[in-house]
């Protein structure tokens, strides 16, 4: 697996050799450097800390100094533990760029979604609005009853409501990488990602399997198969 810290920079489209458009989110990616190497003899399992972005010292804690000290890295304003499948080769204070990821990876990338404030159920939840008419009320964006009788008396989890909207930790699976631009530390992912301009995102390999699609089928050796017992049959002259 590999992955690396980065920021939202906006979305753009970009053109492939058909001329066809690709909605892409670019995000400059890195570099972030080895601020600490976990192995299994101590820790119970291989990892390594990726620290992003340079910050003031003034604006650390002692313990977080004590800490970036101990690796002989410059403050950092993020720290992030990735099971990288290289993790033994790496070593403390070794940089990871844009160009560890390649044109036609897929990756996941996390990041935290927009932030909505304090929202009801219609724009929370999707619900829908109370009878306008009849003497609804001033109640037609109230989530309605919802109480129960003496038994169970309560109200179950799950239930609907309003509250906070946002501020959630989101992940979008299988977006593939359409270019890298090393120099300048960016990549483009095909399609939307979560979080505003400006958000911080992690990339890391995609946990999603991948595999091959319309592969030429042959004739079958099964003898119970129609096509391994007739070979004129169409599904056997294609070969």
Same mark, same amino acid.
């Given at each position: 697996?590999?992955?690396?810290?980065?920021?939202?920079?906006?979305?753009?489209?970009?053109?492939?050799?058909?001329?066809?458009?690709?909605?892409?989110? @670019?995000?400059? $990616?890195?570099?972030?450097? @080895?601020?600490?190497?976990?192995?299994?003899?101590?820790?119970?399992?291989?990892?390594?800390? *990726?620290?992003?972005?340079?910050?003031?010292?003034?604006?650390?804690?002692?313990?977080?100094?004590?800490?970036?000290?101990?690796?002989?890295?410059?403050?950092?304003?993020?720290?992030?533990?990735?099971? *990288?499948?290289? $993790?033994?080769?790496?070593?403390?204070?070794?940089?990871?760029?844009?160009?560890?990821?390649?044109?036609?990876?897929?990756?996941?990338? +996390?990041?935290?979604?927009?932030?909505?404030?304090?929202?009801?159920?219609?724009?929370?939840?999707?619900?829908?609005?109370?009878?306008?008419?009849?003497?609804?009320?001033?109640?037609?964006?109230?989530?309605?009853?919802?109480?129960? +009788?003496?038994?169970?008396?309560?109200?179950?989890?799950?239930?609907?409501?309003?509250?906070?909207?946002?501020?959630?930790? @989101?992940?979008?699976?299988? *977006?593939?990488?359409?270019?890298?631009? =090393?120099?300048?530390? *960016?990549?483009? @992912?095909?399609? $939307?990602?979560?979080? =505003?301009?400006?958000?911080?995102?992690?990339?890391?390999?995609?946990?999603?399997?991948?595999?091959?699609?319309?592969?030429?089928?042959?004739?079958?050796?099964?003898?119970?198969?129609?096509?391994?017992?007739?070979?004129?049959?169409?599904?056997?002259?294609?070969?």
């Amino acid at each position: 697996m590999k992955a690396i810290i980065g920021k939202k920079v906006g979305m753009s489209q970009i053109f492939d050799e058909n001329g066809k458009v690709i909605p892409v989110t @670019v995000i400059e $990616a890195g570099p972030c450097v @080895v601020v600490q190497k976990k192995t299994s003899e101590k820790e119970g399992y291989e990892a390594v800390q *990726l620290g992003y972005e340079d910050i003031a010292e003034r604006k650390l804690s002692k313990p977080e100094m004590g800490h970036l000290n101990k690796a002989g890295v410059a403050p950092k304003k993020y720290l992030r533990e990735f099971n *990288l499948e290289n $993790a033994a080769e790496l070593n403390i204070g070794d940089i990871i760029k844009a160009d560890t990821f390649a044109e036609g990876d897929f990756v996941d990338v +996390t990041g935290t979604s927009k932030g909505h404030g304090y929202q009801g159920v219609i724009k929370r939840h999707g619900a829908q609005r109370t009878p306008m008419t009849h003497g609804g009320g001033p109640v037609h964006r109230h989530a309605g009853s919802m109480g129960s +009788t003496t038994d169970p008396s309560r109200i179950f989890k799950g239930k609907i409501g309003a509250g906070q909207m946002g501020c959630d930790t @989101v992940t979008i699976q299988n *977006l593939d990488i359409v270019k890298v631009d =090393p120099e300048l530390n *960016l990549i483009a @992912v095909r399609g $939307a990602i979560p979080g =505003p301009k400006g958000g911080l995102v992690t990339i890391k390999s995609t946990v999603k399997v991948h595999r091959v699609k319309n592969v030429e089928s042959g004739i079958s050796n099964n003898p119970q198969k129609a096509s391994g017992r007739n070979p004129q049959k169409a599904s056997a002259r294609n070969k």
